[in-house]
């Protein structure tokens, strides 16, 4: 069982739905150096991805997606619970920000 999703609640700087992902490659297929130039950008507009037909042609066999939204503001405090299943290496970071 999981949690409802928030594919309708998480909109991208602009306003539009969905997340930015950002593809990079790493210094080499094997290398755990990411380059800092993203190869690849595509607005994600749902939560539940399965990116072993999503990723570009043009990444490195080792790479990084990061993931960039903000949820739609509520008119009351809610605490929300995210949760990453990957089959390989991942970890959720973020940061929480208020608007008042």
């Not at 069982?1 to 306003?15: E, H, K, N, Q, R």
């Not at 539940?48 to 037909?53: F, P």
């Not at 790479?63 to 390989?88: C, N």
Request: charged share 25%; with cysteine.
């Amino acid at each position: 069982m999981t949690l409802p999703s928030l594919d309708f609640d998480i909109v991208s700087a602009t306003g539009q739905r969905g997340w930015l992902g950002f593809w990079y490659n790493h210094e080499s297929d094997d290398s755990m150096i990411v380059v800092e130039e993203p190869v690849h950008t595509k607005v994600i507009d749902e939560t539940r991805i399965h990116l072993d037909h999503a990723v570009p042609g043009i990444v490195t066999r080792r790479w990084t997606l990061r993931l960039r939204g903000q949820l739609v503001p509520r008119e009351k405090d809610t605490v929300f619970e995210f949760g990453l299943i990957v089959a390989g290496r991942a970890k959720v970071t973020g940061c929480i920000q208020r608007h008042l």
